[in-house]
């Protein structure tokens, strides 16, 4: 007994890392409003997993486990309003972690469009896709600083628009 407490004393602090393989924002009504994939597979096979997974997704009940185990990875999502955030890890990740991610992610998007909703990630689809880019890098987490996520993301806004600034005076 005394060796195991020795042996667990002396190992080292494990660190988790998630690795996101693609992450989905799906309305209620099926339609596919934001999508990110950081695995290279064909676009037959991302056209494939994005419809079995809306109709399986759909179909759950709001009772049900947020976590699915589809082909070779785990499917982790969440319903924010009326929107699905669908995240794809690895067979081996932390779920909650995933469940996080996604958290994060919307908490950022809240606070940089105002409670964001779906006509939000319509007509703004280029911040979110920078929100997103800020907070994973090829599928994990860059930074983990909300403060920071947000600056950034209002530093390229003010660059955008004095570049919208400078057209219109050219």
Same mark, same amino acid.
């Given at each position: &007994?005394?060796?195991?407490?020795?042996?667990?004393?002396?190992?080292?602090?494990?660190?988790?890392?998630?690795?996101?393989?693609?992450?989905? /924002? $799906?309305?209620?009504?099926?339609?596919? +409003?934001?999508?990110?994939?950081?695995?290279?597979?064909?676009?037959? @096979?991302?056209?494939?997993?994005?419809? #079995?997974?809306?109709? /399986?997704?759909?179909? +759950?009940?709001?009772?049900?486990?947020?976590?699915?185990?589809?082909?070779?990875?785990?499917?982790?999502?969440? +319903?924010?309003?009326?929107?699905?955030?669908?995240?794809?890890?690895?067979?081996?990740? *932390?779920?909650? $972690?995933?469940? #996080?991610?996604?958290?994060?992610?919307? @908490?950022? &998007?809240?606070?940089?469009?105002? *409670?964001?909703?779906? $006509?939000?990630?319509?007509?703004?689809?280029?911040?979110?896709?920078?929100? $997103?880019?800020?907070? /994973?890098?090829?599928?994990? !987490?860059?930074?983990?600083?909300?403060?920071? !996520?947000? +600056?950034?993301?209002?530093?390229?806004? @003010? /660059?955008?628009? &004095?570049? @919208?600034?400078? *057209?219109?005076?050219?």
């Amino acid at each position: &007994m005394h060796q195991r407490v020795s042996q667990i004393q002396k190992s080292p602090t494990t660190i988790y890392t998630m690795a996101v393989q693609f992450l989905l /924002l $799906l309305s209620r009504q099926g339609k596919l +409003r934001l999508t990110k994939w950081y695995q290279t597979i064909s676009q037959k @096979e991302k056209t494939k997993i994005t419809r #079995e997974l809306t109709t /399986l997704i759909l179909s +759950r009940r709001a009772k049900m486990c947020n976590v699915l185990e589809y082909k070779d990875f785990k499917v982790v999502y969440r +319903r924010y309003a009326s929107l699905f955030f669908i995240v794809g890890i690895d067979s081996s990740d *932390n779920e909650l $972690l995933a469940l #996080e991610t996604i958290h994060r992610f919307v @908490e950022q &998007m809240d606070k940089s469009f105002g *409670n964001v909703c779906e $006509l939000d990630i319509i007509f703004g689809f280029d911040k979110a896709y920078h929100i $997103l880019d800020e907070l /994973l890098l090829d599928g994990y !987490v860059q930074e983990s600083s909300k403060k920071e !996520v947000l +600056r950034r993301v209002a530093q390229q806004d @003010e /660059l955008e628009n &004095m570049d @919208e600034f400078d *057209n219109i005076l050219a």
